[in-house]
Every structure is written in structure tokens, then in C-alpha cells.
């Protein structure tokens, strides 16, 4: 299973845009990469999720480069609400391969 | 929306009690997971599951067991609950197909667990 690494702590301000990336070295040929958001004594939920290049929805981009060995999160114009810890994930579960969470990157926004 | 319950959301316990953690999911998904968190800390992985009568053990070491007698239902049983156990423990459920399907885990709200 493809090992994550992220940095722990990000700091920023309201109306900012943040990117976070994440290193994953040995990612499969068929891994995905997806982000997950956290609130504190919740469960993380969906960002986004690519494969390779760019992917875009309401809330992120993705861009992932062409050796896909990192990607990047980025979150235009962050609120206070945005305040969370940002999971990556490489794979998807398919077959008999589970789902390990690395550390995370804990976002701070301030006003 | 999710359609992944946890019930209990709190349980302050003994030591030495049995607990049982349900989980239950309506989406007929065939993947569920337990994962263990301590405030401030990663999720880990305990137990998962890729189907009924299929359980494995994650990555981190548990005492707790699991059993999937059925597709919606995955529960999870200590029998003699230590103040060690101690923690948040997080239900999800995934289901990929192939094609567009993302894979994307639907989380439950979690159970909070407290051993005195």
C-alpha cells in the first residue's frame, strides 16, 4: 500500500488560497489519489479524488503531475470554516487492499 | 448524503464490561472498516471487511473483534473493556465498481468511548 507523507501544520488567512501536497512514492499504476477533510469528533468526508493532470469540483482542485509520485490540494479563498485536518489517500479499496490514513495536515485559517 | 449509522455516539463504561459498537450502512455497500482515533491523533486501522462472512485485522493491533453476518451490519465487540480502549472509534463503508465510481468512504459519526 503507497505510503503518504504531508506536513503536519499550514497556517493561513481568511481569503487566502491554500495549497497542500502530498508525496506518495510508491503510488500502484491503478491508485487513486483522494482527500478527505476532517472536523474535530467527526468523521473525515470526501474532497476530491484524480488520477492524473487536474480535477476540479466547487470546493478544490487536484493537480497531480505526471509521475504522479505527489499531488496537491488547493483551496481557493479559505474561510475560518475551512479550519480542519486534510487527509490523502492512495487507492481505492478495490479488490482486497484496505484503506490506511497517514497523519494529515492540520489547516489553520485565521481571520 | 451518507446512510452510515453508529450508535452508541457516547458510552461511559467500566472496566471489565463487554461493549458492543454497531454500525450499520443502507447502501449496500460490500467494503466496511473500523478505524480508531485518540483526539488530535491519525485514524488508525483495526478491522475491515470486504464482504459478508470476510473480516481482517487492520494495521494497528486491537483487541476489540468484528463479525459481518450481514451486508448492512458490521459491529464491533470488546468483551472486556480496559480504560486502554479509551478513544473514537469511526465506522465507514465504500462500494467501487469500476467506471466513474470513486470508491469514496462514507463515514459514521462516530463512538465516543470512555472506560473509567
Known amino acids: 500500500l503507497a505510503k503518504t507523507t504531508q506536513p503536519i501544520s499550514m497556517d493561513s488567512y481568511e481569503g487566502q488560497e491554500v495549497n497542500i501536497t502530498c508525496s506518495h512514492n510508491?503510488?500502484?499504476?491503478?491508485?487513486?489519489i483522494t482527500w478527505y477533510q476532517q472536523f474535530p469528533s467527526q468523521g473525515p468526508r470526501f474532497i476530491i479524488q484524480?488520477?492524473?493532470t487536474k480535477v476540479t469540483n466547487e470546493v478544490a482542485s487536484l493537480f497531480i503531475p505526471a509521475d504522479r509520485k505527489s499531488s496537491t490540494l488547493s483551496l481557493p479563498r479559505v474561510s475560518l470554516s475551512d479550519t480542519a485536518v486534510y487527509y490523502c489517500?492512495?487507492?481505492?479499496?478495490?479488490?482486497?487492499?484496505?484503506?490506511?490514513f497517514g497523519s494529515g495536515t492540520r489547516l489553520q485559517v485565521q481571520p | 448524503e451518507a446512510d452510515i449509522y453508529q450508535t452508541p455516539r457516547y458510552l461511559v463504561i467500566g472496566t471489565g464490561k463487554k461493549i458492543t459498537l454497531e454500525c450499520s450502512q443502507t447502501?449496500?455497500?460490500?467494503?466496511m472498516y473500523w478505524y480508531q482515533q485518540d483526539p488530535g491523533m491519525e485514524l488508525h486501522l483495526i478491522h475491515y471487511?470486504?464482504?459478508?462472512?470476510?473480516?481482517e485485522k487492520g494495521d494497528l493491533s486491537s483487541e476489540s473483534t468484528v463479525s459481518r453476518i450481514r451486508t448492512e451490519h458490521f459491529p464491533l465487540t470488546l468483551e472486556s473493556a480496559r480504560p486502554s480502549h479509551t478513544s473514537q472509534y469511526l465506522c465507514?463503508?465504500?462500494?467501487?465498481?469500476?467506471?466513474?465510481?470513486?470508491?469514496?468512504?462514507?463515514f459514521g459519526e462516530g463512538s465516543r468511548l470512555t472506560v473509567l
Open positions: 465507514a463503508s465504500s462500494d467501487y465498481r469500476g467506471g466513474t465510481n470513486t470508491g469514496e468512504l462514507f
Open positions: 510508491n503510488i500502484a499504476t491503478n491508485d487513486y
Open positions: 484524480g488520477y492524473k
Open positions: 489517500l492512495v487507492g481505492l479499496g478495490t479488490g482486497r487492499r484496505a484503506l490506511t
Open positions: 447502501m449496500g455497500h460490500d467494503k
Open positions: 471487511s470486504y464482504g459478508v462472512n470476510s473480516t
